[in-house]
């Protein structure tokens, strides 16, 4: 079953834009990672931040967590036609760093 | 230094048949976890090995099995292979005490 859930489903922005995706989840957490998919194939690992931490940067990433909300945001700043690809966020509710991943979020960033 | 490396990438089977796909962790890592994404979807949770043995599983039938080995790659087996076990089977590694996974390729399985 699905824990996480990104939102929108896809999202279609210029060069030079920003990207700001939502996840929602349902149970409480020990931490929420985002990873990068592109064209189906293996998943890259952008960024983890734990359920006692707020916010959390890297790069041109922003990740935000809300646990009373069960919510997290991806923003993605200045993006390029590079960052096209498909963005899961993925929750981790044990030690055992076993993930629940949602359906994602196509991004389209057009030149 | 080598990532989570997977074998093979493509794969087409006849149903009923069986499959075993395998995985190597990245460097320094001991925790393999499986996971099957359907087109479309994120990827699900299948089973996850830690010092040869099965550690956590997910919703999956008897179907699917696995195995870690001493050198801590890892192999997945799927009996009776039906249409629906089409998907792209993600490997992923993880190290003692950390929870970041690392995904491989994964392998594009097929079933006709």
């Known amino acids: 079953s699905q824990q996480g859930e990104e939102d929108p489903q896809a999202l279609s922005i210029q060069e030079g834009e920003n990207a700001t995706m939502n996840c929602s989840y349902k149970?409480?957490?020990?931490?929420l990672q985002w990873y990068r998919q592109n064209s189906g194939r293996g998943l890259v690992h952008l960024i983890l931040?734990?359920?006692?931490?707020r916010e959390k940067h890297s790069g041109r990433l922003r990740v935000t967590l809300d646990t009373s909300k069960k919510s997290s945001s991806l923003l993605i700043t200045a993006s390029r036609a590079a960052d096209t690809a498909s963005y899961f966020c993925?929750?981790?509710?044990?030690?055992?760093?076993?993930?629940?991943f949602g359906k994602g979020t196509m991004l389209l960033v057009s030149p | 230094d080598a990532g989570v490396t997977q074998s093979p990438t493509h794969l087409i089977k006849t149903r009923g048949q069986q499959v075993t796909l395998r995985c190597s962790p990245k460097s320094g890592h001991d925790t393999v976890s499986w996971y099957q994404q359907a087109l479309g979807q994120g990827p699900q949770f299948i089973f996850q090995y830690y010092e040869e043995e099965e550690r956590q599983r997910g919703n999956f039938p008897d179907r699917f099995s696995g195995h870690q080995f001493p050198n801590y790659s890892s192999e997945l087996n799927v009996n009776a292979l039906l249409l629906g076990d089409s998907a792209l089977y993600l490997c992923?590694?993880?190290?003692?005490?950390?929870?970041?996974?690392?995904f491989g390729q994964g392998t594009r399985l097929t079933v006709v």
């Open positions: 992923a590694s993880s190290g003692r005490g950390n929870t970041e996974a690392f």
């Open positions: 993925a929750t981790g509710n044990s030690g055992y760093s076993t993930l629940t």
């Open positions: 149970t409480s957490i020990n931490n």
């Open positions: 931040i734990r359920s006692n931490e």
